[in-house]
């Protein structure tokens, strides 16, 4: 399989491995976290990461073209990346978020995965569901360890699923050991899941909108500094989400 500079840089942005340099977006090394963010509905998914310290990049809102660019290159990774096999691999989800894919029945940003069993990088997260998921031959998705000559982090066995893959979820009764990870509040996983992935993209709708992008990078700044949000900023970033979503989702026809 060939894949392009450009594919490959993408992979590599995703995965943490970024530029040494004074722009703060390609200096980012949890850039996946506002990727990811800006693909969900609502403000729920950011501000479960706020709560969870973590940060939401500001500059991502500066510059559609080149955040949609890596969008772009990362979705034509799996046209060429493909399951070669039905395998199981496994997450640790939040709640917050599980219930959005829940509603939406598929997966609404990308979802890293491991080959290796549930990581343990879960315990700032709060209300934890842990998921098997099920790969059929064929699904688009992305082996790191197979894409990258250099993978910082071969120990997490990492296999990458694009958004917009329709799901099937049905609860599963728990291991004896999964009964024992804990969220970082001390709780035991809410939810034990098992999911089917389907092979087919599904097709979003969204009106295109012209923003406020103040009001926007407004939300991101109250956020990263815990300060309240306003209601009319939250609604024009969500409106501005919605614009990306869509020409995100025609990145996977």
Request: charged fraction near 30%; charge should be negative; aromatic fraction near 12%.
């Amino acid at each position: 399989m060939f894949l392009t500079k450009e594919e490959i840089e993408a992979i590599c942005y995703y995965e943490g491995d970024v530029k040494t340099c004074a722009d703060p977006f390609w200096s980012d090394p949890k850039a996946y976290v506002t990727l990811n963010a800006i693909l969900f509905d609502g403000i729920e998914t950011e501000t479960a990461r706020s709560e969870e310290g973590r940060f939401l990049n500001p500059s991502f809102l500066e510059d559609d073209m080149r955040l949609l660019e890596v969008y772009k290159n990362l979705l034509s990774v799996f046209h060429k990346s493909v399951s070669g096999k039905e395998q199981t691999v496994y997450r640790v989800e939040r709640l917050v978020d599980m219930k959005l894919f829940m509603q939406k029945g598929m997966w609404t940003s990308f979802i890293s995965t491991s080959k290796a069993g549930f990581l343990k990088s879960y315990q700032d997260k709060k209300d934890l569901v842990l998921l098997q998921i099920h790969l059929q031959e064929g699904t688009p998705c992305a082996d790191f360890g197979k894409l990258l000559n250099n993978y910082l982090k071969e120990e997490e066995a990492e296999i990458l699923l694009p958004p917009f893959l329709p799901i099937r979820i049905k609860e599963r009764m728990p291991a004896e050991e999964e009964q024992m990870i804990r969220d970082g509040y001390g709780n035991p996983p809410a939810l034990y899941l098992d999911i089917e992935v389907g092979k087919e993209y599904t097709v979003i709708e969204s009106d295109l909108y012209t923003p406020d992008m103040e009001k926007c990078r407004r939300v991101y700044d109250c956020l990263n500094q815990h300060k309240p949000l306003s209601e009319e900023d939250a609604k024009e970033y969500i409106r501005w989400k919605h614009n990306i979503q869509k020409r995100v989702n025609q990145f996977c026809r």
